[in-house]
């Protein structure tokens, strides 16, 4: 008797919008928690906590993201519907961190610190914990919001896809400097990076 061929998995946009719905899916429930409340204790001076420090900049890190999104899709429209999905879980990514979506195609600069962060606006979330050890300097460059983008499609994911790579590997970094629910949140986000770059290359030879 023969078989009926199992079913294929959907592919294309769809393939690709319901991988980004099941990156985001365990990043809104452990969100939910990490974002209701601090996950450590204010620092000795009662200023903000590591954690607070932390989730502010990596808050900051996904609104330049978005920015960097919104600029390849003014140079290229047509890639709207591949860019889309992966753009609106970064947005859930910035709320998730107790951010806003504050960027627009046409921003510029970065996007003003939580009150009360304690973290300049230009830091990473890396930075933060290199501060709370002692260490100076940036961990690493923050992309620039203005910067050109490739005249070609492709070109232009690759540059996404190493941005998303850069940012998915330095949380991955800073999650093992940090408590509990944070730390959790920092490895959902970076997974979701990391598939956001599989899908950006995605097909590209």
């Not at 200023?47 to 899709?73: K, N, T």
């Not at 620039?144 to 949380?171: F, I, M, Q, Y």
């Amino acid at each position: 008797m023969p078989f009926p061929s199992p079913s294929r998995a959907p592919s294309g946009p769809r393939r690709r919008s319901l991988l980004a719905s099941a990156a985001g899916a365990a990043l809104i429930a452990g969100g939910s928690a990490c974002s209701a409340g601090s996950d450590g204790s204010g620092s000795v001076s009662g200023g903000p906590s590591l954690a607070d420090r932390v989730r502010a900049a990596a808050a900051r890190d996904s609104q330049g993201l978005v920015r960097r999104y919104d600029a390849v899709l003014a140079a290229h429209p047509s890639l709207a519907g591949r860019l889309g999905p992966l753009r609106a879980e970064i947005v859930r990514h910035v709320a998730a961190f107790g951010g806003t979506d504050r960027s627009s195609p046409s921003a510029t600069g970065s996007p003003d610190a939580p009150a009360g962060s304690g973290t300049p606006p230009t830091a990473t979330a890396t930075d933060a914990v290199r501060a709370a050890a002692g260490a100076t300097g940036p961990a690493a460059p923050p992309g620039p919001a203005g910067a050109t983008v490739p005249a070609s499609e492709k070109d232009a994911r690759a540059g996404l896809a190493a941005a998303e790579r850069s940012l998915a590997d330095r949380r991955t970094e800073t999650l093992l400097q940090v408590p509990g629910e944070l730390a959790r949140l920092l490895a959902s986000v970076a997974a979701a990076g990391a598939a956001h770059a599989y899908l950006l290359t995605e097909g590209d030879k």
